[in-house]
């Protein structure tokens, strides 16, 4: 098995950026995840709403609790979205998320030559990611990039899931976690004048 929750030599780390940004999504790199949430809250004009996918990422820079918080200029969907108690207006309105100006997230293994792989159980996210938002930023930490397209989707049943199933029998859900959908982006076609960013910070992040 590979080493997943390793970081790769600057090199790859460079190659990924290049090849990324050839797929017309814009990619950069910064160094911490204190950077990452810094160039993120800098993307996001005041007044937008805001939704998140289910991201241990978004958690681990900060940027999940300063939307809980309520201190930042912007409408967090997600909020009104959890307050809503009635389960199939929770639903409706959990569609209309994927329409929200900036949809965030991560994503669950990139590989070197470009493309991002995204796992899901729901594919909730997945809409946002691939068509219905305008504006989508992932936050990657770089221990996710793989030689090849076939390593990443090996490293989301090797190494992601098993881990991300184990994560939700930690908080109750005793059916745990499984894959019932994956998205590949191979590119983004420049005529649906969508803006699609990825940051990779050079540190461990997510799984």
Same mark, same amino acid.
């Not at 207006?89 to 293994?109: D, P």
């Not at 859900?173 to 649906?192: H, K, Q, V, W």
């Given at each position: 098995m590979m080493a997943y929750d390793a970081l790769p030599a600057p090199e790859r780390v460079q190659r990924t950026v290049e090849?990324?940004?050839?797929?017309?999504i814009h990619a950069e790199l910064v160094?911490?995840?204190?950077? $990452?949430? !810094?160039?993120?809250?800098? &993307?996001?004009?005041?007044?937008?709403?805001?939704?998140?996918?289910?991201? *241990?990422?978004?958690?681990?820079i900060g940027f999940e609790d300063i939307l809980i918080s309520g201190d930042?200029?912007?409408r967090n969907f997600k909020a009104d979205l959890l307050a809503e108690k009635d389960p199939l207006k929770q639903s409706a309105?959990?569609?209309e998320g994927t329409l929200a100006e900036f949809y965030l997230g991560s994503v669950n293994a990139l590989a070197e030559t470009g493309e991002l792989v995204? $796992?899901? !159980?729901?594919?909730?996210? &997945?809409?946002?990611?691939?068509?219905?938002?305008?504006?989508?930023?992932? *936050?990657?930490?770089?221990?996710?990039?793989?030689?090849t397209l076939e390593d990443a989707?090996?490293?989301?049943?090797?190494?992601?899931?098993?881990?991300?199933?184990?994560?939700?029998r930690s908080l109750?859900?005793?059916?745990?976690?499984?894959?019932?959908?994956?998205l590949i982006i191979e590119g983004e076609p420049a005529y649906l004048r969508r803006n699609?960013?990825?940051?990779?910070?050079?540190?461990?992040?997510?799984?």
């Amino acid at each position: 098995m590979m080493a997943y929750d390793a970081l790769p030599a600057p090199e790859r780390v460079q190659r990924t950026v290049e090849a990324v940004n050839a797929r017309g999504i814009h990619a950069e790199l910064v160094e911490t995840k204190e950077a $990452a949430l !810094g160039r993120v809250q800098a &993307l996001i004009p005041p007044g937008c709403v805001v939704m998140t996918g289910s991201s *241990v990422t978004l958690q681990q820079i900060g940027f999940e609790d300063i939307l809980i918080s309520g201190d930042h200029p912007w409408r967090n969907f997600k909020a009104d979205l959890l307050a809503e108690k009635d389960p199939l207006k929770q639903s409706a309105m959990r569609r209309e998320g994927t329409l929200a100006e900036f949809y965030l997230g991560s994503v669950n293994a990139l590989a070197e030559t470009g493309e991002l792989v995204f $796992a899901s !159980g729901s594919g909730s996210q &997945l809409p946002a990611y691939a068509y219905t938002s305008r504006n989508v930023i992932w *936050v990657v930490g770089a221990q996710k990039i793989t030689p090849t397209l076939e390593d990443a989707l090996r490293r989301i049943r090797e190494y992601v899931l098993p881990l991300e199933d184990q994560r939700q029998r930690s908080l109750g859900n005793r059916s745990g976690s499984r894959i019932n959908r994956i998205l590949i982006i191979e590119g983004e076609p420049a005529y649906l004048r969508r803006n699609l960013s990825l940051i990779l910070v050079n540190q461990v992040l997510g799984f």
